[in-house]
């Protein structure tokens, strides 16, 4: 079991920054890929980012691409959400999510919400216009 607590959330206008964490705990000796997802009301929850274990493999959403960045810290059990030039329409909570992955796999990554077994609670991003 793995616990997952998102943090970095919060109210910015638009074109702003917002660098979101996730913080993992519990059997973090074991290997997961991440996941960054999303929430809008009203909406499904969406894929936004994906980064393998290695960190070396990363994939986006097209909605955000070339404006946000997966990246990640093993020694620190966090992966991070680097999110610029926020736009009204990135306004959602944010998820992040822990898929494990077989000790030798350096590269796989997900991006369908029913690949992860883990979730965090989520942080509120809002982007004012």
């Known amino acids: 079991q793995v616990q997952l607590v998102e943090s970095g959330g919060g109210l910015v206008q638009a074109g702003d920054s917002l660098k979101l964490s996730c913080a993992a705990s519990?059997?973090?000796?074991?290997?997961?890929?991440m996941g960054w997802f999303r929430q809008a009301p009203g909406k499904e929850r969406e894929f936004v980012a994906a980064?393998?274990?290695?960190?070396?493999?990363?994939r986006y959403a097209d909605s955000v691409k070339d404006r946000f960045t997966i990246s990640r810290d093993n020694a620190k059990n966090t992966v991070y959400l680097q999110m610029n030039s926020l736009k009204p329409e990135d306004t959602a909570v944010y998820y992040c999510?822990?898929?494990?992955?077989?000790?030798?796999?350096?590269?796989?990554?997900?991006?369908?919400?029913?690949?992860?077994?883990?979730w965090g609670q989520g942080t509120q991003v809002t982007v004012s216009s």
């Open positions: 999510a822990a898929r494990p992955i077989a000790y030798s796999d350096y590269i796989s990554i997900y991006v369908s919400i029913y690949d992860y077994r883990y």
């Open positions: 519990g059997r973090t000796f074991s290997r997961y890929t």
């Open positions: 980064i393998s274990w290695s960190g070396g493999v990363t």
